[in-house]
């Protein structure tokens, strides 16, 4: 199993910024990708950004493309969403995730409790 736990969500102006960090434990290294997806309210959970593990490569939601960045920190077994430039329509619960990559996307199979990121005008 994996264990990933979030933080770093909260209240932030339009224009702002906001770092998230999800600390992953457990049987990580059967997963060779983690990433973040949001979920607004009414509305589907959706692919945000992701990293995999063997090469650090990077993928981003096109909303979100050159405003967040993921990036990760080995020793601490940790990835974070770098999120600059908040917009109110990033308002959302924002999940960690972890799993299988496959080409530029992320299959996920173990998730976080998810954090609230609110993003006012």
């Known amino acids: 199993q994996v264990q990933l736990v979030e933080s770093g969500g909260g209240l932030v102006q339009a224009g702002g910024s906001l770092r998230l960090s999800c600390a992953a434990s457990g049987r990580t290294f059967t997963r060779t990708g983690m990433g973040w997806y949001r979920q607004a309210p009414g509305k589907e959970r959706v692919f945000v950004a992701a990293i995999k593990w063997s090469t650090s490569s990077t993928y981003y939601a096109d909303s979100v493309k050159g405003r967040f960045t993921i990036f990760r920190d080995n020793a601490k077994n940790t990835v974070y969403l770098q999120m600059n430039s908040l917009k109110p329509e990033d308002t959302a619960v924002y999940y960690c995730?972890?799993?299988?990559?496959?080409?530029?996307?992320?299959?996920?199979?173990?998730w976080g409790q998810g954090t609230l990121v609110t993003v006012s005008s």
């Open positions: 995730a972890a799993g299988i990559m496959l080409s530029i996307s992320l299959r996920p199979d173990a």
